[in-house]
């Protein structure tokens, strides 16, 4: 039966083309964009974790660009790290050979010239004219943040030291030396008191060893090496230990005394010519481990145990009133001081018979040394008496050929240099692994999270394909159903018009 509001399968067949067309009209502008969200009201929750993928993406493709950046600073530090070790490697040659023995004062002077030159050239190479010297070794690119991604968490903090010449070269300090004084027969102990701790700071790492009562420079040394070696090599610094004492004639005659337990008798020449006993104790140094050499007038002896060992001098006796004079010296042949009994005494009949001389322990390094004691000990007593001690410092430019010391010198001082260079290079070497590491791991980080992003908003192609061709199939049959319950319409007016 058809009735006038016969329309319910039209307004069906119209809802139904209104529908498909829509899912057609999304169908399309997924396959168009390739993305399965193109507004929010797609996927509310999908959108909020899109964004929040998609800020991540984002920064971490900044922090790869960051890490080459700072990347292409480090290189650049690297080379010229690599061109300073060059020029202190050539200096060191010339030091070396200024060093020996047959070179004359001209040939000497000739070395030093050449020196000169590089030193030059080393202060363009790290300064002068070189902006990118300026900014990379002069120690302001210090605490240099690099920024790997969003959060405090994500950065990274680099510094380079200065390696310009004033601020490299050779830090130095040395144990007290000192000595101890007996009257009676017999060997007298060691002037270092025990208990007391020995302290060493340097480069941020410290080393402490207890002392033990009379012992010598060498055994500080070696207490420190066994107990203490990894932080000082790490720290860079190293043990040189010597024994040096001055002996002085303050009148002439006959003198016996043992020296580390081996005789010693000879005479004292007018005006005070010391070239019999030193003679004496040169031909038994192979016993004693001391050497003995004499100053410009003879007057003057100076006695080495190269070692650091104590230098016991014990039963000392006279003939014609001849007295020698003992003065402490240290490292450099400079005296330990001028306390009389501590640093300074005579060996005489009747009065002192023996004297136990302490070296001296010095530390060298390329950074800022410092030793201290724990205990106030009396003066003599100990290795550092005034409380913290810091090293001295001998720069790079300051280095002088023109002399077998100056050479020497200057060989110590380039090595401390070298080593100076080459621990920032090491570093950097270090830093720039730290960074390719990083840039490896936020490129896993990246295809992760785009992996993630591309889970969330890409098209599934085939499952978007096959909708858009199923929303064509329903509206064309909504379509063509819509044409024929007009058909049905149209005949029935037909009738009325007839």
Do not use: C, W
Request: proline share 0%; aromatic share 4%; no cysteine.
């Amino acid at each position: 039966m058809i009735k006038a509001g016969s329309t319910g399968a039209v307004n069906a067949a119209l809802n139904a083309i209104s529908a498909a067309d829509q899912e057609r009209q999304r169908s399309m502008q997924a396959l168009t964009t390739g993305s399965r969200i193109n507004k929010a009201g797609d996927d509310v929750a999908g959108v909020s974790g899109a964004a929040k993928l998609r800020g991540e993406i984002v920064a971490v493709k900044q922090g790869i660009r960051n890490i080459g950046d700072f990347g292409g600073f480090l290189e650049t530090a690297e080379s010229i790290h690599t061109g300073a070790i060059d020029i202190l490697q050539n200096m060191r040659v010339l030091a070396l050979q200024s060093a020996n023995g047959v070179n004359s004062s001209d040939e000497r002077f000739s070395l030093n010239d050449s020196a000169q030159n590089l030193l030059t050239q080393y202060r363009e190479e790290t300064s002068g004219g070189n902006l990118a010297a300026r900014f990379l070794v002069d120690g302001s690119f210090s605490d240099k943040q690099l920024t790997l991604g969003a959060g405090d968490d994500r950065n990274l903090n680099i510094s380079i030291r200065s390696i310009q010449m004033p601020d490299i070269g050779e830090f130095r300090v040395g144990t007290e030396a000192s000595i101890f004084f007996t009257t009676g027969a017999g060997e007298a102990a060691g002037p270092i008191q025990g208990g007391a701790s020995f302290r060493v700071d340097s480069a941020g790492r410290s080393a402490t060893v207890s002392l033990d009562a009379g012992m010598s420079a060498r055994d500080l040394g070696d207490k420190l090496r066994v107990g203490a070696g990894e932080a000082l090599q790490a720290s860079g610094v190293g043990l040189v230990a010597s024994t040096q004492v001055e002996v002085s004639s303050l009148a002439a005659g006959t003198v016996g005394f043992s020296l580390n337990g081996v005789q010693i008798a000879g005479v004292i020449d007018g005006g005070g010519d010391l070239s019999n006993i030193g003679a004496l104790i040169n031909s038994k140094s192979n016993q004693t481990g001391v050497t003995a050499s004499l100053n410009s007038d003879k007057t003057t002896m100076t006695l080495t145990d190269a070692m650091g060992d104590n230098i016991r001098l014990s039963d000392f006796e006279s003939a014609n009133g001849a007295r020698l004079q003992l003065t402490a010296l240290e490292g450099d042949g400079v005296a330990a001081g001028a306390t009389s009994g501590i640093h300074l005494g005579v060996l005489e009949s009747g009065g002192n018979l023996g004297a136990t001389i302490t070296g001296q322990l010095n530390l060298v390094g390329n950074e800022n040394i410092s030793i201290s004691q724990d205990a106030n000990t009396a003066a003599g007593q100990g290795f550092a008496e005034a409380g913290l001690k810091n090293s001295s410092f001998s720069s790079l430019g300051d280095i002088d050929l023109t002399s077998t010391e100056g050479a020497l010198k200057a060989v110590s001082i380039i090595d401390n240099s070298i080593a100076r260079v080459e621990t920032g290079r090491g570093k950097l070497g270090a830093t720039q692994n730290t960074l390719e590491a990083l840039t490896r791991s936020f490129g896993r980080l990246r295809t992760n999270l785009e992996a993630s992003h591309s889970h969330i908003m890409d098209v599934n192609m085939v499952q978007e394909v096959s909708q858009f061709a199923q929303s064509r199939i329903i509206m064309n049959a909504a379509q063509a159903m819509l044409s024929q319950g007009m058909k049905v319409q149209s005949g029935f007016l037909g009738l009325l018009r007839s």
